[in-house]
């Protein structure tokens, strides 16, 4: 991965900022952790701590829940401009004046509005690239299960219409599809935010792809949320921690299971609509324990006694928080070798790659790592490394100071 580098001067350091963010809706009991939620609320934890102005303008997709059919299409209309959305922005930021305005979702509350509405008051403005979405209607970039890159470099989004990629719905692909028309039409994502933050070459490479500037896409990963000590794998089972959905090859690893001869236990931590399919193999394999949705402290204790990660996804993955949180604990990871994981997982040193959608290659992986305790030992000091090199949370402030101070830079000298 590539890193951004080097001390920020005191005048490029803004004081006051507004982060903004569309919060995922994660359940009425909150049990399915949203990855961007949680990287919003570390990023803003982070430069709180060091002494920035934090103001937000936040809005929940709880608001949408159970909404009738006439609401939801105005809803719908407002994510390609919400008319609401821009007059709070436009007193808030004519009130409080920040210099840096850093944005992380804005479907279907916000919309590309709030790019408008910082220009208008002269603030740096900032994009961080969660998912695929400015270059895919269902932000995924996959289809029927394997990944799919048809609507990347199109200036109307037509295939992802066709297939009804966003929520398996023809109209509401169409309403994604229009925002991303119009706002490329208008140049929207070119003349109105200065930088974009994409958590990984591989997306860099696609949103340039999709027409980006490549001088306007930065490359940042995710912060970790606070800090853990090195394990030591005495747990000596396999782990999968995440959303329980059929993207991220639950079925392939619930699977590679039944190939396995080895008796290594496979403790699953999250939820999602896998669920089922979840605790039927744990009930027919007393090998495969389903332990649920954990606080973050119990999942970074179940971290540092497993023995490896698993990451068996079948789609383009960002930059999963479970790397993330995995990383300081020294947990080796066998993950697909598809996309960013191809980067951010290094085969032989910090993990092991697998073919995406191979149970028995997945099984074949496992079995290797359980029989060289060596490699294994090697790999966990290797992802320590990596991660007191290039992941800490001042490694990570200091390369988001940069994109900052880039942003104010072209704000100042460039306007929009």
């Known amino acids: 991965m590539s890193k951004i580098n080097g001390k920020v001067r005191s005048q490029e350091r803004p004081q006051r900022l507004l982060l903004v963010h569309n ?36 809005r929940d997709n709880a608001e949408v829940v159970g909404m009738s059919t006439a609401r939801t299409a105005r809803v719908a209309a407002g994510s390609i401009w919400s008319a609401s959305a821009y007059a709070e922005l436009d007193a808030l930021l004519a009130q409080t004046r920040p210099e840096v305005v850093h944005v992380h979702n804005t479907v279907p509350l916000i919309s590309p509005a709030v790019y408008y509405a910082a220009c208008k008051h002269g603030a740096a403005v900032i994009q961080t690239l969660h998912n695929y979405r400015m270059v895919c209607p269902s932000g995924l970039l996959m289809r029927d299960g394997q990944p799919c890159e048809l609507c990347v470099d199109k200036a109307v989004p037509w295939p992802g219409v066709v297939h009804a990629c966003y929520r398996s719905s023809r109209a509401a692909t169409t309403v994604v599809g229009t925002m991303l028309t119009v706002h490329r039409a208008l140049r929207t994502y070119q003349r109105y935010v200065h930088v974009y933050i994409a958590l990984t070459e591989f997306a860099r490479r696609r949103f340039i792809r999709g027409g980006l500037h490549p001088e306007q896409v930065m490359v940042k990963p995710n912060l970790l949320k606070g800090t853990a000590d090195p394990g030591t794998g005495e747990g000596k089972y396999a782990l999968f921690v995440g959303r329980l959905s059929e993207e991220k090859g639950i079925r392939d690893m619930l699977t590679a299971w039944t190939h396995l001869e080895e008796s290594c236990p496979l403790h699953i931590l999250g939820d999602g609509p896998e669920r089922g399919a979840v605790t039927e193999a744990a009930r027919q394999d007393r090998r495969i324990i389903y332990r649920g949705t954990q606080p973050h402290a119990e999942v970074l204790s179940a971290m540092q006694r497993a023995s490896f990660l698993l990451v068996p996804s079948r789609y383009y993955e960002g930059f999963p928080m479970v790397l993330t949180e995995a990383l300081p604990t020294g947990l080796p990871v066998i993950a697909s070798r ?38 294994l030992a090697q790999m966990r000091r290797q992802v320590r490394a990596a991660y007191e090199a290039t992941y800490t949370p001042e490694a990570n402030y200091l390369q988001l100071m940069h994109v900052y101070s880039k942003a104010l830079h072209l704000a100042r000298h460039h306007g929009r």
């Open 338 to 375: 598809l996309g960013a994981l191809r980067e951010l997982v290094h085969d032989g040193q910090t993990g092991l790659h697998v073919r995406p959608a191979d149970p028995r290659d997945l099984a074949e992986k496992v079995a290797h790592l359980l029989h060289n305790p060596a490699v």
């Open 23 to 58: 919060r995922i809706y994660e359940g009425p009991d909150r049990r399915v952790v949203s990855g961007e939620n949680v990287a919003f609320r570390t990023e803003k934890a982070l430069l709180e701590d060091r002494g920035h102005e934090v103001l937000t303008y936040e």
